[in-house]
T-cell receptor, first 116, second 112 residues
């Protein structure tokens, strides 16, 4: 079974600075998807960024980028120019490409605080 | 385009009762998944439905069940509620084999 580990339960960053959130996972599959989701106090999970395992190029979405190390099974999220609105819980998630399942396996999450 | 809608937003039930939660997916999405979120266990997968068929099931007792209707709307039911069932229940919808799941705002269930 696949597992996702987020070892840092909380982090804080100063507004406008850069922060990196770490995530490791375990799988025997060669093709899969990885995601970072954000959950603000409103509770709605919002997709931040996704990475397809067969793509070597790291995904980027505006101020958000990932460092995907397939061999090390590591998938970290870098937030540049942090904004107050980035404060939220962040979840790393894994999804298989096999069997047509949409099931997501989540890490425990990390609370990000952005200080003005 | 309307997002994923979950009703009700909040619910308080007594131990031993049963509860039904509803999820309306984004129009055109045929896959609906349910997750339980608690402070202790985090986000755990309950089950997934696609075209009215359960496609995948998590490791939860039989008290947790679900179904999907022909319009893709889904319900989940929890019978004989226990205090430990208190949680945020999240529903997500997606196109089949899509790379993104869209979540609703969840139903906060409190069992007293």
């Amino acid at each position: 079974a696949q597992t996702v580990t987020q070892s840092q339960p909380e982090m804080s960053v100063q507004e406008a600075e850069t922060v990196t959130l770490s995530c490791t996972y375990d799988t025997s599959e060669s093709d899969y998807y990885l995601f970072w989701y954000k959950q603000p106090p409103s509770r709605q999970m919002i997709l931040v960024i996704r990475q397809e395992a067969y793509k070597q190029q790291n995904a980027t979405e505006n101020r958000f980028s990932v460092n995907f190390q397939k061999a090390a099974k590591s998938f970290s999220l870098k937030i540049s120019d942090s904004q107050l609105g980035d404060a939220a819980m962040y979840f790393c998630a894994y999804r298989t490409t096999q069997g047509g399942s949409e099931k997501l396996v989540f890490g425990k999450g990390m609370k990000l605080t952005v200080n003005p | 385009k309307a997002g994923v809608t979950q009703t009700p937003r909040y619910l308080i039930k007594t131990r031993g009762q049963q509860v039904t939660l509803s999820c309306s997916p984004i129009s055109g999405h045929r896959s609906v998944s349910w997750y339980q979120q608690t402070p202790g266990q985090g986000l755990q997968f309950l089950f997934e439905y696609f075209s009215e068929t359960q496609r995948n099931k998590g490791n939860f007792p039989g008290r947790f069940s679900g179904r999907q209707f022909s319009n893709s709307r889904s319900e989940m039911n929890v019978s004989t509620l226990e205090l430990g069932d208190s949680a945020l229940y999240l529903c997500a919808s997606s196109l089949d084999r899509a790379t993104e799941a869209f979540f609703g705002q969840g139903t906060r269930l409190t069992v007293v």
